[in-house]
């Protein structure tokens, strides 16, 4: 982290390789590798993370993730796995494939139609999986 002229590159390296210090198959292990691994997070995870645990008040698990997912929508193909991981999640905490589909559409508005129709494949991906399974 001493490089002056690129101190992001050098902090990068730094991770990068603690990461394969930790674990060589780090090197090359991708979003989709993880999310082979780990498709969707066990439900008292989520209900922790996502529901009503820290805040028995505020937003369901359900209105959070679409929130997460109107986020990820905005961001585009950059967040690929994570938009495929959300949308698992969504439909597990009763989200329905209409209000994930006007959720994503919603984001046309404010990250436009190129990252809107990426969001809506990688959804309709996830939804025609669910299906045969």
Same mark, same amino acid.
């Given at each position: 982290?001493? &490089?002056? +002229? &690129?101190? /992001?590159?050098?902090?990068?390296?730094? #991770?990068?390789? =603690?990461?394969?210090?930790?674990?060589?198959?780090l090197?090359? /292990?991708?979003?989709?590798?993880?999310?082979?691994? =780990?498709? +969707?997070?066990?439900?008292?995870?989520?209900?922790?993370?996502?529901?009503?645990?820290?805040?028995p008040? #505020?937003?369901?698990? $359900?209105? %959070?993730?679409?929130?997460? !997912? @109107?986020?990820?929508?905005?961001?585009? @193909?950059?967040?690929?796995?994570?938009? %495929?991981l +959300?949308? %698992?999640? @969504? %439909?597990?905490?009763?989200? *329905?494939?209409?209000?994930?589909?006007?959720?994503?559409?919603?984001?046309?508005?404010?990250?436009?139609?190129? @990252?809107? *129709? $990426?969001?809506?494949? !990688?959804? &309709?991906e996830?939804?025609?999986?669910?299906?045969?399974?």
């Open positions: 982290m001493s &490089n002056p +002229t &690129n101190p /992001f590159e050098a902090m990068m390296k730094a #991770g990068q390789d =603690w990461a394969k210090a930790l674990n060589p198959a090197e090359s /292990f991708t979003p989709k590798g993880f999310e082979a691994m =780990w498709p +969707t997070m066990p439900k008292d995870v989520m209900e922790s993370v996502m529901g009503k645990t820290f805040n008040d #505020g937003l369901d698990s $359900k209105t %959070r993730l679409l929130l997460t !997912l @109107a986020g990820l929508t905005v961001l585009g @193909a950059q967040a690929e796995a994570q938009i %495929r +959300t949308v %698992r999640h @969504a %439909r597990e905490a009763g989200a *329905t494939k209409q209000e994930i589909a006007e959720t994503i559409a919603q984001m046309g508005m404010f990250g436009g139609i190129p @990252a809107m *129709t $990426k969001a809506m494949e !990688l959804a &309709n996830v939804m025609e999986e669910d299906e045969d399974q």
